[in-house]
């Protein structure tokens, strides 16, 4: 049986569980889902399935070089509760709680880690719906040639050398590699991408533009996206200036973070 592993309360946010009781989702709203918070979908409302797992382990140093750790621990960490799903179950749950809504976002963790299953989760969902819109949030480093029909927008974030501190250089290499495949799909109007790029410096822009100098070729400047690092803070009002002028400088897009700005630094929202 097919089944994908989920963090704790992964499914959000919900107002019924798999039995049909009353939740009540961490938003504060009555009704469940949210709304997406980052990219160029910023605003649409969305129901969001939050993987566990990933092959990164990312941390940030900030302004005062104090380390920032990944902002979903919960997802990535060993030894925390996890939730394991059945695809069916899963399907009957974003069935429940979609409500008028049409996206879904599948996030993470690196949801990609777990492609095998997603296949008949999605499979299963366009079966229901066909206008169903998924988001698939990745850090890019595993594409997935026979998910691509299911998805309607790869939502890339290749983590910068300023975040993968703690990778090998296998993996690094594989996120260059991987992340031109997305990029090609792309050129060849097979998927719809967006590569949202984390930045704390003008160092992190100048690696963008050498890194992925071949991969910016293949997208529109309307797929990429720069999104300030960190949730707030002393210099943070500065970097948001600094990030906005680099963005409109290229014809990039700026990226903020809306469930932040709307509900805080609250898990599930
Ligand atoms: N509202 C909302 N929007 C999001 N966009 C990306 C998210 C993520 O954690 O991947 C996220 C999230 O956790 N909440
Ligand atoms: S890729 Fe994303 S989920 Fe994985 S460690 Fe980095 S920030 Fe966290
Ligand atoms: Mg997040």
Redo the contacts with the bound molecule.
């Keep these: 049986m097919n089944q994908i592993i989920l963090a704790k309360d992964g499914i959000f946010p919900i107002t019924r569980d798999i039995e049909g009781k009353a939740m009540t989702p961490k938003t504060g709203f009555s009704v469940a889902g949210t709304i997406q918070g980052e990219g160029k979908l910023a605003g649409v409302p969305s129901l969001f399935i939050r993987l566990y797992g990933?092959n990164?382990?990312?941390a940030w140093k900030d302004e005062n070089n104090a380390v920032v750790r990944?902002?979903?621990p919960h997802?990535?960490d060993a030894g925390v509760e996890t939730e394991k799903w059945s695809v069916e179950d899963l399907v009957q749950m974003v069935q429940l709680n979609i409500g008028n809504m049409r996206h879904l976002v599948v996030t993470?963790?690196?949801p990609m880690l777990q492609s095998k299953s997603l296949l008949p989760f999605f499979e299963a969902l366009k079966r229901w719906r066909d206008d169903l819109h998924i988001t698939v949030e990745t850090?890019g480093t595993r594409f997935s040639n026979s998910l691509k029909k299911y998805v309607d927008l790869f939502s890339v974030?290749p983590?910068l050398s300023s975040?993968t501190v703690n990778a090998s250089p296998q993996i690094l290499e594989s996120l260059e590699f991987h992340v031109e495949k997305f990029a090609l799909a792309r050129l060849r109007n097979k998927i719809d991408l967006q590569l949202k790029f984390v930045v704390s410096s003008k160092e992190d822009i100048v690696e963008i533009e050498e890194r992925f100098s071949e991969v910016l070729k293949h997208v529109t400047t309307d797929d990429i996206l720069l999104m300030p690092m960190g949730i707030g803070g002393e210099n943070y009002e500065q970097l948001q200036m600094d990030v906005c002028q680099w963005a409109i400088e290229r014809g990039w897009r700026f990226a903020p973070r809306l469930h932040l700005m709307l509900f805080g630094h609250k898990e599930n929202t």
């Design positions: 990933c990164l382990s990312c990944c902002d979903t997802a990535i993470g963790g690196e850090n974030s983590k975040s």
